[in-house]
């Protein structure tokens, strides 16, 4: 009975191929080489980080982006509000009594919608709360 | 001469002798595991698919190894999961033919030009096929690997009782094949 017998040899049951084990070696390396490559620390350090400075440059590059962009929106509509201010510097010098006000809302010429009147403006230099009121009576 | 495993693991855990103590680990322990994989897969070419498969995972799990077990049982297990998970897949493949993997491995046996043994011998491979998987691979570690029940148990996560069990019953079963000469 083969069991009780002397073990069959598996190398001489099954064979392989000359030089099979000798070459193992090296066609295992190809196969983890890639493998070899990526572990050292110094790519390692830069795969970890990669994606973080993508991230990083991407912003900045927004950030650019929209500094540039509202940066002439900004000083545009200061340059408007500095000729309005110096509109009404200019008038209001000129004007302190009640009269230069009636005369400026009663002239049609005058385009009130070019420019806003708010209560603190220089136009209302030197009128009293008492011209006021009457001015808010006048039909214009 | 080849290092121990303890030298063998000291290398690997130092970054730049980490390639060198992989090459040992390979050169120490590439044939048995070649051959434990080609008696379960019996096709050359299928174990060194197995054999490669084995010391990549190998190589890619080293950080992970814990050093409960000995780092040839670690191996052998992988190994091991290798050869029954290939099996399992050409279990899956062979599902709507008429031939099982058995018959289908002991076909390999009569058709190989590498298979070399005598006819005795091929009857004998072929009542260990007959075997389900997992007895077969405790009847090969016994009978041609001399391994002891307790690195057995370790690979094979099974207890020693029930490694003797398994082992005695594909020694009887085969005995009866080949008497009776089923084959």
């Not at chain 1, 064979?15 to 190809?30: A, M, S, T």
Request: glycine share 2%; net charge negative.
């Amino acid at each position: 009975m083969i069991l009780d017998n002397k073990k069959p040899n598996q190398e001489d049951i099954f064979k392989v191929p000359e030089g099979y084990f000798e070459n193992f070696d090296e066609r295992l390396k190809f196969i983890i080489e890639p493998d070899i490559i990526s572990n050292k620390p110094s790519s390692k350090l830069l795969d970890i980080f990669k994606p973080w400075i993508g991230l990083a440059a991407a912003f900045l590059l927004i950030a650019m982006v929209f500094n540039f962009v509202t940066k002439d929106k900004i000083k545009n509509q200061h340059v408007s509000t500095e000729i309005e201010y110096s509109y009404f510097e200019m008038w209001a010098d000129e004007w302190s009594g009640t009269y230069e006000i009636y005369e400026l809302i009663s002239d049609n010429s005058v385009d009130f919608d070019d420019f806003d009147l708010y209560p603190d403006s220089l136009v209302f230099k030197g009128i009293t709360d008492e011209n006021s009121i009457y001015l808010s009576h006048l039909d214009y | 001469m080849h290092p121990t495993d303890q030298e063998i693991l000291a290398l690997i855990n130092i970054p730049a002798e980490r390639q060198a103590g992989f090459s040992y680990l390979v050169s120490k322990y590439k044939e048995r595991l070649y051959w434990h994989l080609r008696k379960m897969v019996i096709i050359h070419e299928d174990a060194d698919d197995l054999l490669q498969n084995t010391f990549v995972k190998v190589w890619n799990n080293i950080d992970n190894f814990r050093g409960d077990s000995s780092i040839y049982t670690w191996i052998y297990r992988i190994a091991t999961n290798e050869a029954l998970n290939f099996l399992n897949k050409k279990r899956e493949v062979l599902l709507d033919s008429p031939t099982d993997v058995e018959d289908f491995l002991s076909n390999q046996i009569e058709n190989d030009p590498l298979f070399t043994g005598e006819e005795i011998e091929k009857k004998l491979q072929k009542c260990i096929l007959t075997l389900p998987d997992k007895q077969r691979i405790v009847f090969n570690m016994k009978y041609f690997d001399d391994m002891k029940y307790k690195d057995m148990s370790e690979i094979l996560d099974t207890s020693v009782g029930a490694l003797k069990a398994s082992y005695f019953h594909a020694v009887q079963k085969i005995k009866a094949l080949l008497e009776n000469e089923i084959l």
